[in-house]
């Protein structure tokens, strides 16, 4: 059993920068995919990024590109959300998952993940 523990959020306003860190325990964290989810009041979990096993794959949402960036230190177990430029849009709580099937890409599919950390609250302002 994995467990998942986001750190790292706040409130910013726009045009800043957070970094969320997200650390594991209880398993091979280098075994694992690992995502990053959002979800805004009302609305759905989405997807935000994704990092491989090994680091050499990565994916992101289309709001996100250019902007965001995911990495991974398996020495630490802990995986990174740099976010640069934030908007208001990008106010959210962010989810760390971790996805155990052996794959070599980032999985972007909510339903791929099955350990869930308890979320980390961004709130940009305008």
């Known amino acids: 059993q994995v467990q998942l523990v986001e750190s790292g959020g706040g409130l910013v306003q726009a045009g800043g920068s957070l970094r969320l860190s997200c650390a594991a325990s209880g398993g091979t964290f280098s075994a694992y995919a690992m995502g990053w989810f959002r979800q805004a009041p009302g609305n759905e979990r989405i997807f935000v990024a994704a990092?491989?096993?090994?680091?050499?794959?990565?994916k992101y949402g289309d709001s996100v590109k250019g902007r965001f960036t995911i990495s991974r230190d398996n020495v630490k177990n802990t995986i990174f959300l740099q976010m640069n430029n934030l908007k208001p849009e990008d106010t959210a709580v962010y989810f760390c998952?971790?996805?155990?099937?052996?794959?070599?890409?980032?999985?972007?599919?909510?339903?791929?993940?099955?350990?869930w950390g308890q979320g980390t609250q961004v709130t940009v302002s305008s």
């Open positions: 990092i491989s096993r090994g680091g050499k794959d990565t």
């Open positions: 998952a971790a996805d155990s099937t052996w794959r070599l890409t980032a999985p972007t599919e909510l339903r791929e993940y099955e350990y």
